[in-house]
């Protein structure tokens, strides 16, 4: 963060040559500055590059309010958020005022009188950028005084007129003067409360109770919503839809290394996940998201693969404290954790009831059997399987360590079938190599080639 300018009267802002625009103008600006230099304006956003993110760069160049419709954990609030970045990192307010007016525009009665009587002398404050984005989660019992306003009766009670402007106490979009407000969830807003909203999306003014301030707004207004076919709880009235200047699908990552790079980020991991292991997680999440038995309206959340990797990770530290590991690493035996727990983030048609865990995990397996085939096509694993069909057995399990699992291992003579699947998956530590080596095995397994038994929390190849 930069230093905030050093100008602290009307008259010191106004030397300094600083010219006052609107929050669109600023935004455009700064967004064409962006894309002119090279610089990604929307950081940590992966999968939007070539659908979500045009549309929403034109739409702001236009000086449009948007509306963003998608199904839940698409990264809605996220890219909204991230609009904060296209504002100007300092901009001036005049001290003390309710709705942060530019100096050289105040608006309210009380501003403009202040800068009748103190001419260049008026005070001024900096406001980061930070602090000119508001947000509000729409819930049933929003009212109109929490967007718009209502008559304070303290002020009232002061002395003042009810007839007097200076009584009302200003609503959360009044008080996003000259930055951004996002709603998220807007369907959920009774339609009263959305008509309220219609003169300050169109004509900038507002309305309370007998009061009619011709305001000039300088807000831009965006939201989220789910699409109307799946949410019952409303829905956004057409004269409101009427005035946002775009409508905006956004979608899950339709490339697999878009689902990967979302949960390496958000994901608060507390053991290591090799890369193999969160393949598995998100294409399980895609094959979720393909399945018929799961309900396609509600979606499946980017947060059920996050909380996936959590609990894999969590499977991973609890073991490796159970057997006095220092490194905990993930193996395909704690990817079983993340069924039951996240049983309840998924939907499901009404026909699977009683059916849900074995879709799961119907599914989890073959997705660990199309990573394998990924990442480990190619390597020969004859003699791996040859051992195991001679007798060997190898126990895996939330109570077998790396080392031990490793040591485990049926001896191959001078092959290097282990060296092999190590160096591809770019495992180097006891615990990445027997991720990689159980990966192996699971494989091999899915693919009908060798036997597994599993009882009493331990997992047996052979």
Known sequence: MSDRPAATTVGALRATGHEARSVRAEIRANLLAALAGGRDPWPGLHGFGQSVIPQLERALLAGHDVVLLGERGQGKTRLLRSLVGLLDEWSPVIAGSELGEHPFEPVTAESRRRAAELGDDLPVEWRHRDERYAEKLATPDTSVADLIGDVDPMRVAEGRRLGDPETIHFGLIPRSHRGIVAIN???????RIQVAMLNVMEERDIQIRGYVLRLPLDVLVVASANPEDYTNRGRIITPLKDRFGAEIRTHYPRELADEVAVIRQEAHLVATVPDALLEVIARFTRALRASPAVDQRSG????????????????????ATVVGEDDPVARVVDLDAALDVLRGKVEFESGEEGREREVLAHLLRTSTAETCRHLLGGIDLALLVEAIQ?????????????????EGLPVLGESEVYDAVCDRLGARTDGERASAVELALEGLYLARRIAKDSADGATVYG
């Open 300 to 319: 499946v959340s980017a947060r059920f693969a996050i909380a996936a990797a959590e609990t894999v990770a969590a499977a991973a530290l609890h073991r």
């Open 390 to 406: 001679d007798g060997a057995l190898v126990t895996t399990g939330e109570r077998v360590g790396a080392r031990e699992f490793l």
């Open 185 to 191: 969830e807007l369907p959920d807003l009774a339609e």
